[in-house]
């Protein structure tokens, strides 16, 4: 069974920085892709950003030049740098992993607050 354990959401002021975690486990896992999506209130969730296996990156263009997706394989870790927040990038943050074998496992959410 595939575990996503999510940590660094929070309560930010505008202009401000988060850094969103999400780790990975489950025995024998194979990830292709990690990434993160989001999910405000009275609205679709949304792709943020993914990083697929070889390094290809993708980005929301709402976020783009200001978020930052990374990935530790190592460890099964992927990481999204959020800078310059701004009150439209509150919403619940999940992770999402994809494994080779195409099957999609959802983190628990995060709650990111952009508010002064």
């Known amino acids: 069974q595939v575990q996503l354990v999510e940590s660094g959401g929070g309560l930010v002021q505008p202009g401000g920085s988060l850094r969103l975690s999400c780790a990975a486990s489950?025995?024998?896992?194979?990830?292709?892709?990690m990434g993160w999506y989001r999910q405000a209130p009275g609205k679709q969730r949304e792709s943020v950003a993914f990083s697929a296996k070889g390094g290809i990156t993708n980005y929301a263009a709402s976020v783009k030049g200001r978020f930052t997706i990374s990935r530790d394989n190592a460890k099964n870790t992927v990481y999204l740098q959020m800078n310059s927040l701004q009150p439209e990038d509150t919403a619940v943050y999940y992770c999402h992993v994809v494994d080779v074998r195409a099957t999609g496992y959802w983190g628990q959410g995060t709650q990111v607050t952009v508010s002064s």
């Open positions: 489950g025995s024998g896992l194979s990830i292709y892709t």
